[in-house]
């Protein structure tokens, strides 16, 4: 089922390993690589990175998986991974050719429709000191940051946003 967010962004959710969902969470991990080495990408890092971090919980029943299109072209991702009460947010993804096109909005409003209709009632989420932009992206839309709830070696900075019921 594809939902349209904003009249050029439309969402639908997808398997990790659907064609379009693995090559946007390859390039989210290449650039997750990249920025936090500030380097290329050596070979097999990439692999690596996908194997020690997996998408495929990001299915039913444990989360989902957004797959973005702008101009009817894949250009993004985001998921959600489903706890008790609550929704974590992770692997958003907007490929460079359509930032600063609304994409990492169009993201979070169609996550948090999402995790509300999931019975939700906040959705957190960890990110590193390196990731700037998605940290004023996640402050722009009321994301606070709160104390760590989790320990992995990537997480500087959490963040929780409480959803209000529709």
Known sequence: ?????????????????????ATLLREYMT????????????PGEVDEAL?????DDLMSPSGLL?????????????????????????RVYVRRAHRGTG??????????EHARAAGAD???????HDLVEARALYARHGYV??????????????FEKLLRRS
């Open 1 to 21: 089922m594809t939902t349209t967010v904003r009249a050029d962004w439309a969402m639908t959710v997808a398997p990790p390993d659907h064609p379009d969902a």
């Open 31 to 42: 650039e997750m690589v990249v920025r936090y080495h500030r380097r290329p990408a050596l």
């Open 51 to 55: 194997a020690e971090m997996p998408s």
């Open 66 to 90: 957004l797959l973005a299109s702008h101009g009817g072209e894949p250009a993004g991702c985001a998921g959600l991974r489903w706890k008790p009460d609550w929704a974590e947010l992770t």
């Open 103 to 112: 994409g990492g909005a169009a993201l979070l409003s169609a996550v948090e």
């Open 122 to 128: 906040r959705i957190r989420l960890d990110t590193r």
């Open 145 to 158: 940051e709160i104390p760590a709830y989790s320990t992995g070696p990537y997480a500087d900075h959490w």
